[in-house]
């Protein structure tokens, strides 16, 4: 497998111009100051090489900015200043015919910066061509990786896997796609290899050869370092895949692109929720309106308004009680007697009487009779009785 290739690069602090320790003022103002002294519009004279500049103080600003991106520069800053030069496993400390890092490994770190690339196009030299032919070289390392142990298995050897672990077929990664490639295919790519693992063994980083070993209470010690130290630099290979995965995601503008298109879409549900929202509370209010329209109509009908129909008139006058003698009306006989006995109504009826008496003895004086002791009249409810 040809090894990845990508331009060496200088470090972000240098590139600056700030110590590593600078916080981030420091940081923001060195930026400043550096993209305006390296801005193409004001160097007309070196446009290409104000070009490269720019692009690399961009670089350095957008990674030094962001916290995690700094702190992961920081710890691997040896390593990418370093890709493109290969490293032998443990710095020339491993067994003698160990056969090192390989320098793809090392080749990775290179593609952690924007100079990487130029522009987003899908050609070899664009964000898209380039990143593509790192993931495809990825997939393809994987997939021999996974042809090796397979047939080691094959074949009965106990090789030291490193934690690798086995599988029954051959894994399979998704490809990185184009410029023009739609959200699915993107989001299945990240996906997959935000949980990268590999099929690897990790061999070159045995730092002991036990074949060596004068016993094999030695060799099974140089065996047990040797897997300690299989799994820490796989550890770190599937840290570094991930990291790149993330690196990658951050600047694809597919990936914004969605993003966009997928907060349009909630802003639009939202906007129809809100306007279902108004026309129910609307409907609501229409609603209740109508019902008081309706209690109103109803109280416009009570009794008291003088507009009933010939049947409710005739009912209303035989509910009617009077008191002849006080000139009251009742609405019910209870009303009427609970009158009657009241101290007003038989004062009334005393005097009424009274008079009617006086009345009868005139007219008896006058008519000389005396033996018919007349009538007396007795007032209640509309009706007269004989005394």
């Not at 410029?179 to 699915?184: G, I, V």
Request: hydrophobic share 35%.
């Amino acid at each position: 497998m040809a090894p990845l290739t990508a331009p060496k690069q200088r470090c972000f602090y240098e590139v600056l111009e700030v110590p590593r320790d600078a916080d981030e003022d420091a940081i923001k103002k060195a930026y400043r100051k550096q993209a305006l002294l390296w801005h193409p519009d004001k160097n007309a004279h070196r446009a290409e090489e104000a070009a490269e500049r720019f692009k690399e103080i961009q670089n350095a600003y957008e990674i030094l900015s962001d916290k995690h991106e700094r702190a992961w520069y920081d710890d691997h800053r040896d390593q990418i200043l370093r890709s493109g030069e290969r490293h032998q496993a443990g710095g020339g400390g491993g067994f003698e015919g160990g056969t090192g890092k390989p320098a793809e490994d090392e080749e990775l770190f290179s593609f952690f910066t924007s100079s990487c690339y130029s522009g987003y196009g899908d050609g070899p030299k664009g964000f898209y061509g380039v990143y593509a032919s790192v993931f495809a070289k990825l997939a393809k390392q994987e997939q021999e990786a996974w042809e090796r142990r397979d047939a080691a298995n094959a074949d009965g050897d106990d090789d030291l896997s490193g934690g690798g672990g086995s599988s029954s077929s051959a894994p399979t990664f998704p490809g990185f796609g184009t410029s023009l490639s739609d959200t699915a295919t993107v989001n299945a790519f990240y996906s997959h290899w935000l949980n990268f693992t590999t099929c690897r063994n990790f061999a070159w980083a045995d730092l002991y050869n036990p074949a060596a070993a004068p016993n094999r209470q030695v060799r099974r010690r140089m065996e047990e370092e040797n897997a300690k130290a299989r799994r820490a630099a796989r550890k770190e290979w599937i840290d570094t895949v991930r990291e790149l995965v993330g690196f990658v995601r951050k600047r694809d503008k597919r990936v914004a692109r969605a993003q966009a298109e997928e907060a349009a879409r909630r802003a639009a549900r939202e906007a129809e929720d809100q306007e279902r929202r108004r026309a129910e509370r609307e409907a609501r209010l229409a609603k209740a309106a109508e019902y008081e329209d309706a209690d109103w109509i109803r109280s416009s009908e009570a009794p008291g308004d003088g507009e009933y129909s010939g049947d409710e008139q005739e009912e209303e006058e035989m509910e009617v009680h009077e008191c002849v003698v006080c000139d009251k009306v009742f609405r019910s006989e209870k009303q009427l007697r609970n009158h009657e006995r009241s101290k007003k109504h038989t004062e009334a009826l005393a005097a009424l009487r009274a008079m009617m008496e006086e009345e009868e003895a005139a007219l008896g004086g006058l008519g000389g009779g005396d033996g018919d002791d007349g009538d007396a009249i007795m007032y209640g409810s509309g009706a007269t009785a004989r005394v």
